[in-house]
C-alpha cells in the first residue's frame, strides 16, 4: 500500500483521517471520498495479538484501498523481535507505522520510547514511512523550544508525520508549525481532533490524557469543536486526523465535510 505521504499536497486543502479501533472498524473503514487513509489503534497485549491487528490491517486496507497507519508501540517491543516484525509487516502489505512510547508498562528489555524505536526502524526498514506523535499542550509547560526540540529529534530519528495529541487552543498548532517551517523541518503536522456531543464523552481525555477541559468544550463540545476545526482550516492546516471517541460515529460524517 503506498506512503500515506503521497497524501499532502503543498497548497492542497487539509489532509483527513481516521483512526479505527478493533470494534469500530466494521462501520467506519468504508470507503469514504473525504477519508485519505485510517490509523489502526493498537490494543493488544500479546505477540498474537499483534500478529492479528496486522492481519486486519491488511484486511482493512484491501476493503477500503486507502492505506492503514498502525500503532507500533515502542516500550512494549524488543529490538530482538524487529527483524520478525519487518517480515510480517511485508507479508501484510503495511508500509505505514505510527511509532508510539505506548501508554503502558514497557518490557524491561523493549525500547526506551520512540525515538529509539523510530531509528531502528528507519535503519532496518526504509520502505516504511514512520509517523510519531507531540503534545501541543506541552508548550504551555515546557516552552515552545523544547517541544519543538522533540519533534526535530522525532524527524532525524525517521518520522515524516507528527500528529498531536488532544488539544483544544488552536493557537498551539499554529506556534509551532510556524517554528517547524522556519527550522526548515519537512514534518507534516497533523491536528488530532476528538469530537463529542457531551461532556461524559471526555471522559478519556480527563481521566488518561489528565487534560484539563476549557469551559466551552464543557458547554456545548460540539460547538466548540466546530469553531476549533474551522479555525485550523481558516489557518490552513495540514491534516485532521480524528481520534476514536464515543461520539466519533455519529459526528464524523458531518465534520468530514
Known amino acids: 500500500m503506498a506512503s500515506i505521504l503521497e497524501n499532502y499536497q503543498a497548497g492542497g486543502a487539509a489532509v483527513q483521517s481516521i483512526e479505527l479501533t478493533r470494534t469500530n472498524w466494521p462501520a467506519l473503514s468504508a470507503s469514504h471520498p473525504a477519508v485519505a487513509y485510517y490509523s489502526l489503534v493498537n490494543q493488544g497485549q500479546t ?41 510480517d509487516l511485508a507479508a501484510n502489505k503495511i508500509d505505514n507505522l505510527l511509532v508510539i512510547a505506548g501508554d503502558r508498562a514497557g518490557l524491561a528489555n523493549g525500547y526506551a520510547g520512540a525515538l529509539p524505536a523510530l531509528a531502528d526502524l528507519k535503519a532496518k526498514a526504509p520502505q516504511l514511512t514512520l509517523a510519531a506523535a507531540i503534545d501541543l499542550n506541552a508548550i504551555a509547560r515546557v516552552g515552545l523550544a523544547t517541544v ?15 500528529i498531536t495529541q488532544v488539544f483544544f487552543d ?43 477541559l476549557p469551559a466551552a468544550f464543557l458547554a456545548n463540545p460540539k460547538a466548540a469543536t466546530d469553531q476549533l476545526l474551522a479555525t485550523l482550516r481558516a489557518g490552513g492546516v495540514t491534516g485532521l486526523h480524528y481520534f476514536a471517541s464515543p461520539a466519533q460515529p455519529a459526528l464524523l460524517t458531518e465534520a468530514l465535510g
Open 47 to 87: 505477540v498474537r495479538d499483534w500478529q492479528t491487528l496486522q492481519q486486519l490491517a491488511g484486511q482493512i486496507q484491501d476493503r477500503s484501498q486507502k492505506a492503514v497507519l498502525l500503532h507500533f508501540r515502542a516500550r512494549q517491543t524488543r529490538p530482538a523481535q524487529l527483524p520478525g516484525i519487518c517480515r
Open 148 to 162: 519543538l526540540e522533540e519533534a526535530l529529534a522525532k524527524e532525524a530519528a525517521g518520522a515524516g508525520v507528527l
Open 170 to 212: 488552536p493557537s498551539l498548532y499554529f506556534r509551532l508549525q510556524q517554528a517547524l517551517q522556519q527550522a526548515g523541518s519537512q514534518l507534516r503536522l497533523i491536528a488530532g481532533i476528538y469530537l463529542a456531543q457531551g461532556a461524559e464523552d471526555y471522559h478519556f481525555v480527563e481521566q488518561v490524557l489528565h487534560l484539563v
